[in-house]
């Protein structure tokens, strides 16, 4: 469990969200995680429990483009490309999960990189 009082905050937010936000096989729930280097996305059906698309800044299709880039250039691109891979599967709605991080930064450039790869959300 959470010791310090941030991870003690992102646990009490994350679990708030977790509740109301939960993805379908119509409308999937997009996951974003954020490490202090790293940031991934993946596409998660709830109902059937199953990760239908990931990409992260350690994706191999992504992994030589982001060197040198800022972290929040970074998340932009990895927004795009999880956008692009969830277009191709014929999905064009999601539900946006910041998994307890605030919405600002990374997780805000993700979303935006998403959006502007088609995503609905």
């Known amino acids: 469990m959470a010791t310090n009082q941030s991870a003690l905050a992102r646990a009490r937010r994350q679990a708030r969200v977790r509740k109301k936000v939960l993805g379908s096989a119509t409308r999937p729930r997009l996951c974003v995680f954020r490490s202090a280097a790293h940031i991934y996305a993946q596409l998660i059906?709830?109902?059937?429990?199953?990760?239908?698309?990931?990409?992260?800044?350690?994706?191999?299709?992504?992994?030589?483009?982001?060197?040198?880039?800022?972290?929040?250039?970074?998340?932009?691109?990895?927004?795009?490309?999880?956008?692009?891979?969830?277009?191709?599967?014929?999905?064009?709605?999601?539900?946006?999960?910041?998994?307890?991080?605030?919405?600002?930064?990374?997780?805000k450039a993700l979303s935006d990189g998403a959006r502007a790869a088609g995503l609905n959300f």
């Open 45 to 107: 059906d709830d109902v059937q429990g199953v990760t239908l698309v990931a990409r992260s800044t350690l994706s191999p299709d992504l992994k030589e483009s982001v060197k040198g880039l800022k972290k929040i250039e970074k998340a932009r691109l990895v927004g795009q490309a999880i956008g692009q891979a969830i277009l191709a599967q014929g999905l064009k709605d999601v539900v946006f999960d910041r998994n307890g991080f605030l919405y600002h930064g990374r997780v």
